[in-house]
Each structure stands twice: as structure tokens, then as C-alpha cells.
């Protein structure tokens, strides 16, 4: 993207991070970079997380819709558990069932913003939502996978090899099949990194 709004069309991005604060809050870091450059974003989360999130700059404000889907309720999983910091241990298959369950809501969002003439460029998302990468797909909107780690993290771990394509069905896809589906989907991969790397 140009260095300044003048130099481009500005562009409408979806952002939708893991629900996790160390995840969301670079992800507003940077829905705030894309909106000082004159880009529309819709920032997705759920109600209690978005009403925990620090309040944008205001000169960014009219730029940055923050999208509020509920997280479905799922049995055992404690009313108002919408970060991972409110989940128990013990209960994480629970709440991942719960963040799966926004799959329709996330899809109807797209259908409405691609309907209301908002059309959307770009939808960034990170590596648990193998179902938001395929929506975009399926709407022909690109998607990029941003991980919130750093590149020297994936260095050390390396890259997934022999990933079962098997999917239990009361726990949904694994960590690692989450990524790898959700990575077949998007155009790009979008990595922190520092200077001294």
C-alpha cells in the first residue's frame, strides 16, 4: 500500500483476529496503520471483547467499524467467556466449538457488507479460522493470514509436515490442521518481524 491515502483508492479491509488480546490488540494496531492511510476497516470480534479494547485514536475513529458478533453459547462454556483469557482450563475445545459457531454470522456479515455496496478488498484473519478464509475464497475476496508471532518463532517450530486430514467432529480440526486449511485459502502470509531479525 502508497505511503499516503492521495497516492491510492482506498480500500475496505476486514480484520478478524483470534480472540485472544495478544492477538486482537496488534490487529487494532494495525487497523489503526491501514486507517491513518485513508483505508476503511471493519475490525470483527465479539461484544465483551471489543467493549475491553482500548479506544482508537479519534483522528482513525470514523474509519474503523467495529463489527460485534455474538459468540454462540455452548454448553458448559461460562456465560461471558469471549477471550481466551476468560476460558477455564479444561474448557478450550468448548470455546473453540463457540468461535466455529461464528462461521454463519461471519459469512451474513460479508454477504451484507458485498450487498450494501461496501465492497470489501481485502479480509485479514488469523490461523485458527480455516472457515473465514474459505468464505472470503468462496466470495472471491482475498485473504491474508496474519500471524501475530514472530518469523524467528516459525524458524524455530518450522513448518508443519505430515498433517493428518482427518477431522473429529466433536472437536473440530486440530491446531496445526486449523492452520494449514486456513493457509490453503489465503493469497498472502503476513508475519511480525523486527529490524534485528
Not at 460485534?68 to 461460562?78: F, I, K, M, Q
Request: charged share 20%; net charge negative; with cysteine.
Amino acid at each position: 500500500m502508497d505511503a499516503t491515502a492521495a497516492d491510492s483508492t482506498p480500500l475496505h479491509i476486514v480484520i478478524f483476529p483470534w480472540l485472544a488480546f495478544g492477538h486482537m490488540l496488534p490487529c487494532l494496531e494495525l487497523a489503526e496503520r491501514l486507517a491513518a492511510r485513508g483505508h476503511r476497516v471493519s475490525f470483527v470480534s465479539t461484544p465483551r471483547n471489543i467493549s475491553r479494547l482500548r479506544p482508537v485514536a479519534p483522528a482513525m475513529a470514523k474509519l474503523i467499524d467495529f463489527v460485534a458478533l455474538p459468540l454462540p453459547r455452548v454448553d458448559g462454556l461460562l456465560d461471558g467467556a469471549e477471550a481466551t483469557s476468560d476460558v477455564p482450563p479444561g474448557k478450550a475445545e468448548l470455546y473453540l466449538n463457540a468461535f466455529d459457531a461464528l462461521d454463519a454470522p461471519f459469512s451474513a456479515f460479508l454477504d451484507a457488507a458485498c450487498a450494501a455496496g461496501k465492497k470489501v478488498d481485502w479480509v485479514i484473519i488469523d490461523s485458527f479460522q480455516y472457515w473465514a478464509a474459505a468464505a472470503a475464497h468462496d466470495r472471491g475476496i482475498p485473504c491474508v493470514l496474519s500471524m501475530t508471532y514472530s518469523a524467528a518463532t516459525s524458524e524455530h517450530y518450522g513448518v508443519p509436515r505430515g498433517v493428518s486430514k482427518e477431522v473429529d467432529h466433536d472437536l473440530g480440526p486440530s491446531i496445526v490442521r486449523r492452520f494449514v486449511l486456513t493457509f490453503e485459502k489465503c493469497k498472502l502470509l503476513a508475519q511480525r518481524t523486527c529490524f534485528e531479525l
